[in-house]
């Protein structure tokens, strides 16, 4: 359910996490690393499975070979570098929770009723 519909989780600050854009960006960010070796991606772990994109330029992973609870890495087509963000997947959705808790708070659905979920 979670990849499908998320209620306000993931649907502010343009993350595309639904479960098509799972099923694609990891693809998606390897053929890009491929086709453009100066752009700024890093090369994937074999194992990686990216789990959200924001603005098509940053990405968060997890490594399916790790623990039951994965930790979550960052990287973006900057700097080429896979940052460990998170300890957890656990860790990681709380933090979605606070955030989308402060969007609501701070009226970004008013402005966006929708959200901003590409």
């Not at 595309?16 to 491929?34: F, I």
């Not at 752009?39 to 194992?47: E, Q, V």
Request: proline share 6%.
């Amino acid at each position: 359910m979670m990849g499908h519909d998320s209620g306000r989780l993931l649907t502010h600050d343009h993350y595309a996490a639904t479960y098509s854009h799972v099923l694609d960006m990891t693809t998606q960010c390897r053929e890009d690393r491929d086709k453009f070796p100066d752009c700024g991606l890093p090369t994937l772990p074999p194992d990686a499975l990216v789990i959200v994109g924001r603005l098509g330029e940053q990405f968060m992973m997890i490594r399916c070979s790790a623990s039951d609870d994965s930790p979550v890495w960052y990287f973006n087509e900057y700097d080429g570098e896979i940052k460990q963000s998170f300890g957890s997947v656990l860790d990681w959705l709380d933090s979605l929770a606070d955030e989308a808790e402060n969007a609501i708070a701070n009226g970004y659905y008013k402005r966006f009723p929708n959200g901003t979920r590409p």
